[in-house]
């Protein structure tokens, strides 16, 4: 399979200089089993790119199956759905999958998201056929040869992450989660950060405990690990209740799952392309000097990643 970054920002776009070299789009990670239809996960607004290179190819002719695997409906993981071009040609099949919620239907989420005054097209008048599916955490089921799984995270309203198997080999996606250790994310805003380090009831201590158990188990021996490094340590003691983690956090679930590569991902909106060369550098010497076997890497867009049979 092939693993295809086409954007690698968390919250919001930012074109410009100093974001060129990694790229400004927000969170769309292309994964292509061999000779196979795509499986898209998020569809931030990297995702326009990918959908315009798949107009090049049976997409174009009405004649393409796609699936998008969304981790959770923030705008930075669906903004760019809207300009999805294989949405507009009749005969593409497209299948969305996110997790259930307990209060509205996948498909009213996403409606909602065309409605007037936001968006001229309804999504009821797209050519395409789109199924959407939903999802319950740990819920395993096949996109054509390929086996996906799915758990939680610690994020507000809660994300999804997803594992790939196909070809020989693995992806998972794992954004955007905080650390499972100061702060329990699930259907409220909190307002005041918490004290990172400080005491934890049991019960959620215990709740976080499972939620990771859960994540390291479904990243054991993958062949790509893509994870939400958005914070540095710094900024992450400011705001541990806005749900993401550091390259630190990802490289111990990274550690204790005995993964082959990590990939530094969902980059902070005012991150330059100079200082994100320096946390790569920064942490692949964390690596090195502490003798794990995985290797770095750092997601930019069009950045390709090739893994098992394709190799
Ligand atoms: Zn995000
Ligand atoms: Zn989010």
């Known amino acids: 399979m092939r693993v295809r970054f086409w954007g690698v920002r968390g919250s919001l776009p930012v074109p410009g200089r100093q974001t060129n070299r990694y790229g400004g789009n927000t969170s769309c990670v292309e994964v292509r089993p061999k000779g196979d239809w795509p499986i ?136 955007d989660t905080a650390p499972f250790n100061d702060v329990l994310l699930e259907h409220e805003f909190i307002r005041t950060p918490p004290q990172v380090g400080g005491p934890l009831d049991p019960a959620i201590a215990a709740k976080l405990a499972a939620m990771r158990a859960s994540l390291v188990q479904m990243c054991h021996g993958t062949d790509l690990l893509i994870y939400d490094t958005q914070f540095t340590p710094d900024e992450y003691r400011q705001r541990p209740h806005w749900g993401h983690s550091t390259p630190d956090d990802a490289i111990m679930v990274a550690r204790e799952a005995k993964v082959k590569r990590l990939c530094l991902y969902h980059h902070a909106p005012n991150r330059t392309d100079d200082q994100q060369d320096v946390i790569l550098d920064q942490y692949r010497t964390v690596i090195r000097e502490a003798g794990d076997d995985f290797e770095v890497l750092c997601a930019s867009e069009g950045l390709e990643v090739v893994l098992g049979d394709d190799e």
């Not at 990297?46 to 009405?62: H, P, Y």
């Not at 930075?76 to 996110?98: C, K, M, W």
């Not at 989420?109 to 936001?118: G, K, L, N, R, V």
């Not at 999802?135 to 040869?145: Q, S, V």
Request: charged fraction near 20%; aromatic fraction near 12%.
């Open 40 to 175: 898209i996960i998020d569809a931030g607004t990297g995702i326009r790119r990918l959908g315009k290179a798949m107009m090049e190819t049976a997409f174009g002719e009405g004649a393409g199956t796609a699936s998008i695997l969304i981790s959770h409906t923030h705008w930075d993981h669906i903004q760019g759905l809207p300009f999805f071009s294989p949405f507009y040609h009749r005969g593409n099949e497209i299948h969305v999958y996110a997790r259930q919620r307990e209060d509205t239907h996948l498909m009213q989420i996403f409606a909602s998201q065309t409605e007037d005054p936001y968006f001229p097209v309804p999504l009821s008048n797209l050519r395409a056929q789109i199924d959407f599916h939903e999802l319950m955490e740990g819920t395993k089921f096949p996109i054509g040869r390929a086996q996906v799984t799915c758990t939680r995270l610690n994020h507000p309203w809660i994300a999804m992450a997803y594992r790939v198997d196909v070809d020989g080999a693995s992806v998972v996606y794992c954004s």
